[in-house]
């Protein structure tokens, strides 16, 4: 088909490297090749596309670095690459003269955004973010810089809240933890089940931790304890979780078949399990620390409260659900965990009456996280009257006729489009109320939160541009 103008493969189940025979469409205007299981490296052959003007390979696993030579596509002007594995410098990006628009958000990229790219930075810095070792060198020409590690101090400080807020989605389930960035599980699969005293992980991690000493503790809950574990050097810090085991042999056996079931998850909006270790009565669970938090940190604990505008409330929102949608649909057998972090409290009726752990348990609890995304108030927060949660505060304060503003967190409306930004809050508030309706029944599916998030989103990116 050498005619062929525009190709559009997206969100589908397409796995492999992109071919290299997508060169041949010398017409091609518009590619989109997002929302697959994509790998390898992006083609060095796709530049000889002189007529490309939009590319979009989000939301896959493509790895290596961005070709060299992206001059010689004159045409470009649209240009997503944001949730791969992408790694390297953005200095061939700065080429392309003639780009519009740009999104290279979650990725690895590393060093210096180039002065070439700094517009882009100021007009939607959201799209840069994710990238933990990029770093800003733009002085007072550059709005957004404040929320990116400047160049000079690289090597000396760690995420800003609000850099994190958008890579650990905030939502912490004991197992695991969804995430806006674009992170999979990853599971490296043992010979044995039970890990002998010998081993040097764990071996490191007991020495780490001074064989789980309290005072390395940094969470605790019903279902174990959480301790940080420095390892030795800057990338070597986890979070370990202990779980113990009920004395049964069965019961063990049980804890260990649902925790191998999690350590095979593999999704771009859920945070990388690094490994398990099974001994005789518990397991610990290793996971990358995330230095600063969760989505409660930076709706709740940063002061100042860092900025948080609708288009990133949106990100976060979408980003946690995509995560919660894999675990109902794509995992088999399916995985339900409604004891979402800080939102349990809320839930709690519901939960003794029934004795099971639902998806639609899961949804209420999705949608007590959208509600706090949305006012930056507490499931139980104290500016409440006594007996009120933020699902009672909110249906007793707001409905049709009632000012949006009265609920919603004034940080919302922080950018040009306020009555388009007020339609759309109204919007999903309503989703967040229907997630926590009373009746199980009437709680809509993740797949559908999903999609209706994804109209919202993709409405709001092209009001914005």
């Not at 945070?271 to 099974?278: H, T």
């Not at 009565?281 to 100042?304: C, F, K, T, V, W």
């Not at 995509?322 to 839930?347: Q, R």
Request: proline fraction near 3%; charged fraction near 20%.
């Amino acid at each position: 088909m050498p005619g062929l103008m525009r190709l559009d493969l997206s969100d589908n189940h397409f796995s492999g490297s992109i071919p290299v025979f997508i060169s041949e469409f010398k017409a091609l205007i518009d590619l989109r090749l997002g929302g697959n299981s994509l790998g390898g490296r992006i083609p060095s052959s796709i530049i000889d596309l002189g007529m490309l003007c939009t590319l979009n390979i989000s939301n896959n696993g493509v790895t290596g670095e961005i070709p060299s030579g992206l001059r010689k596509m004159v045409m470009l002007q649209q240009l997503d690459v944001s949730h791969n594995h992408l790694a390297g410098n953005l200095a061939s990006v700065a080429e392309l003269r003639g780009l519009t628009d740009l999104n290279i958000s979650y990725n690895l990229f590393t060093g210096s955004i180039p002065a070439a790219l700094v517009k882009f930075l100021n007009a939607s810095f959201y799209s840069f973010l994710g990238n933990p070792s990029l770093c800003v060198d733009c002085g007072l020409n550059c709005d957004a810089g404040r929320n990116f590690r400047r160049c000079a101090h690289l090597n000396h400080i760690g995420l800003t809240k609000f850099e994190t807020a958008m890579v650990v989605l905030g939502s912490s389930v004991p197992f695991f933890a969804v995430v806006g960035l674009g992170r999979m599980f990853q599971y490296r699969q043992r010979q044995k089940s039970d890990i002998e005293d010998g081993d040097i992980l764990f071996n490191r991690v007991m020495e780490a931790t001074e064989d789980l000493n309290d005072k390395y503790i940094i969470g605790q809950g019903a279902h174990g304890t959480v301790y940080k574990a420095f390892l030795g050097n800057n990338d070597d810090v986890y979070a370990v979780k202990k779980l113990m085991f009920e004395y049964s042999e069965e019961a063990r056996a049980g804890m260990v078949r649902e925790i191998k079931t999690v350590g095979k998850v593999r999704h771009r909006n859920l945070v990388k399990l690094e490994d398990i270790l099974i001994k005789t009565n518990y397991g610990l669970i290793l996971y990358r620390y995330m230095q600063n938090g969760s989505l409660h940190d930076i709706l709740h604990e940063a002061y100042p409260p860092p900025l948080l505008d609708w288009s990133m409330r949106c990100n976060i929102a979408l980003g946690t659900a995509y995560g919660l949608e894999y675990l109902h649909f794509d995992c088999h057998p399916a995985i339900t965990y409604m004891n979402m972090k800080n939102t349990s409290f809320v839930i709690t009726a519901e939960y003794a009456f029934t004795c099971t752990k639902s998806m639609e348990s899961d949804v209420y609890s999705y949608g007590v996280v959208l509600l706090e995304l949305l006012t930056r108030k507490k499931a139980v927060d104290p500016s409440f009257a006594d007996g009120l949660h933020i699902v009672r505060w909110v249906r007793s304060v707001w409905n049709e006729k009632v000012e949006i503003g009265l609920v919603v967190d004034e940080g919302v409306y922080n950018n040009r489009y306020d009555s388009f930004v007020r339609e759309q809050v109204i919007e999903v508030l309503r989703l967040a109320l229907r997630c926590t309706d009373s009746e199980a029944s009437k709680r809509p599916s993740m797949r559908v939160v999903v999609k209706e998030l994804e109209q919202v989103y993709a409405a709001l990116r092209i009001k914005l541009n």
